[in-house]
C-alpha cells in the first residue's frame, strides 16, 4: 500500500515571500502520479499540480514548481511570490497509475498562511 | 469544463433519519465518481469508489450498509447516509474521474464543493 507523509502540519510565509511544502511517499511502483491540491476556505478542492513518474523534468504552473526526486521519493512544492490568496490547507496526493484506477492516497495536509 | 456538483451544500437532519447527497457531473460522463469524507482540519479519507452500473466498492472500516451508493447513470452517483448519528456529521466530498472528457488525462480527478452533514 502506498503513504503520503507531509511533516509540516502549519507553515506561514510573508506576502511576496517564497515558500517550501515537504511532501515524501512509499511505493513498490513504477508508473504513478503525484499532485498537489489546494483546499481553501471554501473547502473546494483545487488542482495545482501534478507531476507523472517518467518525466523527470520538474512540473511548473506559474508560481507554483515542484521539486521531484523520484529515488528519495520525495515530491516538495515551491510558491514563489506568494499572495494572500494562496492561503488554505495544501495536500499531496500519490495515484497508482497502473492498478489504482484513479484512486488517490492524500497526505495528511499542511495548513498554510500568508501573512500581509 | 469539467464541473461537478453536489446537491445539498449543506444539510442537517435528526439522529435516526436518512439524507442522501447527490454528485453530478454537469459537461462530461463520469464512469468512476468516488466518495470521500473529511473530518475538521484533517485530510480526505476515500469511503468508496462508484462505478456506474456497478456495486460500489467499499474501502476497509466503511459500513456499506449505512452509506449506501448508486451510482445509476454516468452523470449521477448518490451516497445515502442511513439512520444518521451524531458521529457521522463531516463534509462529504465527490469526485469524478475524467475519462470522458476530452482534452483530459483519463486520470484526472475532478472534485464537487462538498456537503456539510450535521445530525442532531
Known amino acids: 500500500a502506498q503513504t503520503v507523509t507531509q511533516s509540516q502540519p502549519e507553515m506561514s510565509v510573508q506576502e511576496a515571500e517564497t515558500v517550501t511544502l515537504s511532501c515524501t511517499y512509499d511505493t513498490s511502483e513504477n508508473n504513478y502520479y503525484l499532485f498537489w491540491y489546494k483546499q481553501p476556505p471554501s473547502r473546494q478542492m483545487i488542482l495545482v499540480i501534478r507531476?507523472?513518474?517518467?518525466?523527470?523534468q520538474n512540473a511548473t504552473e506559474n508560481r507554483f514548481s515542484v521539486n521531484f526526486q523520484k529515488a528519495a521519493k520525495s515530491f516538495s512544492l515551491k510558491i514563489s511570490d506568494s499572495q494572500l490568496g494562496d492561503t488554505a490547507m495544501y495536500f499531496c496526493?500519490?495515484?497508482?497509475?497502473?492498478?489504482?484506477?484513479?484512486?488517490?492516497?492524500f497526505g495528511e495536509g499542511t495548513q498554510l498562511t500568508v501573512n500581509p | 469544463g469539467a464541473v461537478v456538483s453536489q446537491h445539498p451544500s449543506w444539510v442537517i437532519c435528526k439522529s435516526g433519519t436518512s439524507v442522501k447527497i447527490e454528485c453530478r457531473s454537469l459537461?462530461?460522463?463520469?464512469?468512476?465518481m468516488f466518495w470521500y469524507r473529511q473530518f475538521p482540519k484533517q485530510s480526505l479519507m476515500l469511503m468508496a469508489t462508484s462505478n456506474e452500473g456497478s456495486k460500489a466498492t467499499y474501502e476497509q472500516g466503511v459500513e456499506k450498509d449505512k452509506f449506501l451508493i448508486n451510482h445509476a447513470s454516468l452523470t449521477l452517483s448518490t451516497l445515502t447516509v442511513t439512520s444518521a448519528h451524531p458521529e457521522d456529521s463531516s463534509f462529504y466530498i465527490c469526485s469524478a474521474n475524467g475519462l470522458g472528457l476530452a482534452g483530459a488525462p483519463s486520470y484526472e480527478q475532478y472534485f464537487g464543493p462538498g456537503t456539510r452533514l450535521t445530525v442532531t
Open positions: 496526493a500519490f495515484m497508482n497509475k497502473e492498478t489504482s484506477g484513479s484512486r488517490l492516497t
Open positions: 459537461d462530461f460522463q463520469a464512469t468512476t
Open positions: 507531476q507523472e513518474a517518467y518525466k523527470q
